[in-house]
Nanobody
């Protein structure tokens, strides 16, 4: 059974940094594609960053140059380092894994709030 558990969210001032972590169990995170999504109040969930099993990364234009997605193979986690945070980055952040049947696994989410 695949489980995803996010941590690391919190309240930070604009310009600050946070590091989110997604603990993966039930599967080796190194072998799968993973993504970090976010959902702001009243908005649709959107992809912020993704990483493939080969290590290729992709970022939404709104976070490019500020966010970095990475994998910690020893801990079996997928992390999102967020720098130069803006109030518009305020959202609940979710990690995601879609399996071969296109079934989506989601964590419970972690709140990120950026004050101006």
């Amino acid at each position: 059974q695949v489980q995803l558990v996010e941590s690391g969210g919190g309240l930070v001032q604009a310009g600050g940094s946070l590091r989110l972590s997604c603990a993966v169990s039930g599967i080796n995170a190194r072998l799968i594609n993973m993504g970090w999504y976010r959902q702001a109040p009243g908005k649709q969930r959107e992809l912020a960053a993704s990483i493939t099993s080969s290590g290729s990364t992709n970022y939404a234009d709104s976070v490019k140059g500020r966010f970095t997605i990475s994998r910690d193979n020893a801990k079996n986690t997928v992390d999102l380092t967020m720098n130069s945070l803006k109030p518009e980055d305020t959202a609940v952040y979710y990690c995601n894994y879609r399996d071969r049947r296109r079934f989506d696994y989601w964590g419970q989410g972690t709140q990120v709030t950026v004050s101006s």
